[in-house]
């Protein structure tokens, strides 16, 4: 498996108690559900839908691509990827 470094921002990172973790895994799907586990608190019923993909309002990029949100079980990772997870954000 490969090791990758995930970065959260805002509300994951106040829940978490981190801004940035190395985790291994095969998919984006496989990091996220470790994410959601390793942190103060366990994120997942904010992160994922009942059925298992991640909710639409946060955005996904592997290495600054965009990723779409219902397809991290089938996107693959290597070693030295970078996953960003961006929380949903408001104000005007």
């Known amino acids: 498996m490969a090791e990758i470094r995930v970065m959260v921002y805002t509300t994951l990172r106040a829940r978490l108690g981190f801004s940035r973790i190395d985790l291994s895994g095969k998919t984006v799907s496989?990091?996220?559900s470790k994410l959601a586990?390793?942190?103060k608190a366990d994120v997942s019923g904010l992160?994922?839908?009942p059925g298992g993909a991640v909710r639409n309002h946060f955005?996904?990029?592997?290495n600054s691509e965009i990723l779409d949100n219902k397809s991290t079980n089938k996107?693959?990772?290597k070693?030295?990827?970078i996953l960003h997870v961006f929380p949903p954000?408001?104000?005007g």
């Open 59 to 62: 955005v996904l990029t592997l």
């Open 47 to 49: 992160l994922f839908e």
């Open 37 to 39: 586990v390793s942190g």
């Open 75 to 77: 996107i693959k990772v």
């Open 79 to 81: 070693a030295g990827d």
């Open 30 to 32: 496989g990091l996220l």
């Open 89 to 91: 954000i408001s104000g």
